[in-house]
């Protein structure tokens, strides 16, 4: 599976952005997909995943209320809605596939990455 992550940009505090993450090779409709995020100088965080179905997400907590994550299997695509956006939320995001159905904040657990998309969110 590839993924392909986009939709990121630079913004100003308090706006929004959607990302995209498509899939190409097979379907990874089956699969749970998590949002990643590393900031300069820090490490790879966990932000979000959903399971195979979107029956099952979970957020960190820094995230919560304000991102939301949602999936269209007929496109293979899982969407990452980021609202109320501040300068800490600035970072390269990644997408990534887990071998799964049912993900974890771990990302050791996810087998297939895209390359990060950078957002940047302006003070």
């Known amino acids: 599976v590839q993924l392909q992550a986009s939709g990121g940009g630079l913004v100003q505090a308090g706006g929004s952005l959607r990302l995209s993450c498509a899939a190409s090779?097979?379907?990874?409709?089956?699969?749970?997909v998590g949002w990643f995020r590393q900031a300069p100088g820090k490490e790879r965080e966990f932000v979000v995943q959903?399971?195979?179905?979107?029956?099952?997400?979970s957020y960190a907590d820094s995230v919560k209320g304000r991102f939301t994550i949602s999936r269209d299997r007929a496109k293979n695509t899982v969407y990452l809605q980021m609202n109320s956006l501040k300068p800490e939320d600035t970072a390269v995001y990644y997408c990534?596939?887990?071998?799964?159905?049912?993900?974890?904040?771990?990302?050791?657990?996810?087998?297939?990455w895209g390359q990060g998309t950078q957002v940047t969110v302006s003070s």
């Open positions: 990534a596939a887990a071998r799964s159905s049912y993900g974890s904040r771990d990302p050791s657990q996810y087998t297939y």
């Open positions: 090779g097979r379907t990874f409709s089956n699969n749970a």
């Open positions: 959903i399971s195979w179905n979107g029956g099952s997400t």
